[in-house]
């Protein structure tokens, strides 16, 4: 089985992005809004500022009270818009309290990094230049990379959420060398996912169920693509716990041609392309003030 190394793809785009940065009359702004104290979020922030320090992008972290009510995270929002920040995303999951689709409402889409402002999602089903949210386009990028085909291929995806499945589906079902791939979407309501699993010639993953696909569920020589995240307990380590995908990775190995492993596969090529989203967005407003 061949691995398909999302730090080492991940890695070539952000050295690609710090050489752009560095041609720029000045660095691009980015800021980051949480919402409370998530740690999943807060290390994935983590990750964020990383990378932007690593390209040369200011970058800042919004941190706000989690029991802030909805018209002031609205309102924060706007400020935020309103300020001279290139790109401005909004970490999710928020509050249970919180209604995210409103708060982004209040985003500029223009500075929508992240994607999932409604103009930005709807110029992305339309075909127009927009956005394209990170971890589907890291995907995207991982298969050009890689140089795997998915014209005329079936692309089989479990999980429709808008972060991932959605946003997935369309990005290949478009009519592009990147895309013209058959495209089914399997979901919680889907019967039998095992024979729609088998009929993949690449697989992507994204619910967040730990093992949920398991060897007999793939096609030989299918392309399987991990998107999923779990904590799993693991008293030999020191943590308690360990990382582990949506696939059964050790399982599936035999039969799969190409698979990203868990963790170091989808989540730096999301790290990765927020920052392209980054540099897009300041392209464009340096491009206003000359």
Do not use: W
């Not at 402002?117 to 995207?140: E, F, K, M, Q, W």
């Not at 995240?229 to 050790?250: H, K, Q, T, W």
């Amino acid at each position: 089985m061949r691995l398909l190394d999302g730090k080492k793809v991940s890695q070539d785009i952000l050295d690609e992005i710090t050489a752009a940065v560095a041609l720029l009359p000045r660095a691009p702004r980015m800021a980051v809004v949480q919402v409370g104290d998530d740690p999943g979020s807060a290390a994935y922030i983590r990750n964020k500022i990383r990378a932007a320090g690593k390209t040369g992008i200011e970058s800042e972290h919004v941190h706000l009270d989690g029991k802030i009510s909805q018209s002031d995270l609205n309102t924060r929002m706007a400020e935020l818009s309103a300020s001279n920040l290139d790109g401005l995303m909004l970490q999710l999951p928020l509050p249970a309290h919180l209604n995210e689709g409103e708060a982004l409402e209040y985003l500029d889409p223009d500075k929508d990094i992240d994607g999932f402002h409604p103009v930005n999602l709807g110029r992305l089903i339309s075909g127009l230049d927009c956005y394209v949210p990170c971890t589907p386009a890291g995907i995207r990028e991982l298969l050009k990379r890689e140089e795997i085909p998915t014209s005329g291929r079936h692309v089989v995806i479990v999980g429709r959420s808008l972060i991932v499945g959605k946003t997935a589906a369309l990005l290949l079902l478009e009519k592009s060398d990147l895309g013209n791939a058959t495209v089914t979407v399997c979901h919680s309501a889907s019967d039998d996912l095992a024979v729609h699993c088998r009929q993949a010639d690449i697989l992507i993953a994204a619910v967040g169920r730990a093992f949920l696909i398991k060897a007999d569920m793939v096609k030989e020589g299918a392309i399987i693509i991990d998107v999923g995240m779990n904590s799993i307990e693991a008293p030999e380590r020191r943590s308690g716990y360990r990382l582990v995908g949506d696939c059964d990775f050790d399982g599936i190995g035999d039969r799969a041609a190409a698979m990203t492993p868990v963790p170091g596969g989808v989540g730096p090529l999301t790290v990765a392309m927020l920052m392209s989203n980054a540099l897009q967005a300041a392209k464009r407003y340096i491009g206003q003030e000359n």
